[in-house]
């Protein structure tokens, strides 16, 4: 960008190569030393790519292309919302020729033969509004720049919430607050989650750990009860997908709309026979249906209050065996080719340590 109008770049486009050499001797004078001339107006084009001048200067009648057919190449060479001026500079005083050279993007016309002191008030008020214009682009694009940054700060900030809010929730009864992590990074392995068209992987990884931020609002007599809770129990216990789904509801976050799906629907069972509303096979959304086997896997393979940690191998015998009856067998079937991928499954159905 010009810092000043010594350092302009000036293009002076003219057949006549008297013209082009006064016009070169004002520039000089003026104190402008960045500046081109051509007599061949079909050199005009690749000169004005290789020197990116500030202002272009031109004549209008020229053998082999005339001022407005140079101007039509320009146009193709120069950013839209960029103002770059060209003065037209020529012998031809008809009205059709002015009108014609404004409309093709001249922004300022000087009859031949000119006054000196004219031409070179011309030249500098054109460059003056080129610079006034660079100088208002850079401070906008330092303004988006800031924008774009502050954005990206409330994004992290906003996200760095969301994850406080779920640990928070999973401390009541996981003293790690690591469940809710795993779940969200099983959920999104799975190639089921990859295909998604509901929620894009990244938004499944962010929004699986909220699924049971509803918990909140369960009682620590029933949250924590070490042995088998009783059908009273069971009932309020079952609320936390309603209560997790009313919290994150109606926000106009995307992500915490698929969270409040997902923690309304991971106990939705592929028969028909979860809660909180009894929806059974594809009804249930698959952000669901996939955060289901990655929630079960994970809470069976470690240690809760009320049971102890399963091994990886009898943990996956029940996510197989409840294939078509608690989850989605094409969920499952995905999720085992995970494990097997990620090398804590062999080919052959043998397990090794649940993935962390």
């Known amino acids: 960008m010009i810092q000043s109008f010594e350092h302009a770049r000036i293009l002076v486009v003219d057949d006549e190569e008297p013209n082009v050499r006064l016009l070169q001797r004002i520039l000089e004078r003026e104190g402008y030393r960045h500046y081109r001339g051509t007599t061949d107006p079909r050199d005009a084009a690749a000169l004005f790519a290789e020197f990116r001048p500030d202002l272009v200067v031109l004549d209008l009648h020229m053998p082999h292309l005339d001022g407005f057919a140079v101007m039509e190449k320009l146009r193709a060479l120069i950013p839209e919302e960029t103002y770059l001026p060209i003065l037209v500079v020529t012998g031809d005083i008809t009205p059709e020729a002015r009108r014609r050279a404004l409309a093709s993007g001249t922004k300022d016309f ?52 969301l994850e406080r809010l779920a640990r928070a929730a ?4 996981d003293d790690t607050g690591q469940h809710t992590q795993r779940a969200g990074r099983t959920s999104t392995r ?5 295909r998604s068209r509901a929620a894009p992987r990244d938004v499944i990884r962010r929004a699986a750990p909220l699924h049971d931020v509803g918990k909140i609002g369960i009682p620590d007599s029933i949250l924590l009860r070490p042995g088998p809770l009783g059908e009273k129990e069971f009932d309020v216990m079952r609320t936390h997908t309603n209560i997790g789904a009313r ?3 109606g926000s106009k976050f995307p992500l915490l709309d698929i969270a409040a ?5 991971h106990h939705e069972r592929w028969d028909g026979t979860g809660y909180p509303e009894g929806l059974k096979g594809e009804a249930i959304p698959l952000v669901g249906r996939i955060v289901a086997v990655a929630d079960v896997f994970d809470a069976l393979t470690h240690n809760r209050p009320y049971k102890p940690a399963w091994p990886v191998e009898k943990a996956l015998e ?19 080719q995970t494990l097997r991928r990620m090398g804590f499954l062999s080919p052959e159905g043998e397990s090794g340590r649940a993935p962390s």
């Open 110 to 161: 000087l009859i031949k033969p000119f006054d000196v002191g004219e031409v070179t008030l011309r030249i500098r008020n054109l460059l003056e509004t080129r610079l006034l214009h660079l100088q208002l682009q850079s401070q906008n694009e330092l303004l988006e720049q800031k924008v774009r940054e502050r954005t990206r700060e409330l994004e992290f900030a906003r996200l760095e919430t």
């Open 170 to 173: 999973e401390f009541r009864d």
């Open 190 to 194: 799975a190639p089921a989650a990859r």
């Open 247 to 249: 919290l994150l509801s």
């Open 261 to 265: 799906t997902i923690a309304l629907t």
């Open 318 to 336: 029940e996510i197989e065996r409840q294939a078509g009856r608690q989850f989605d067998p094409r969920v499952v079937e995905a999720f085992l």
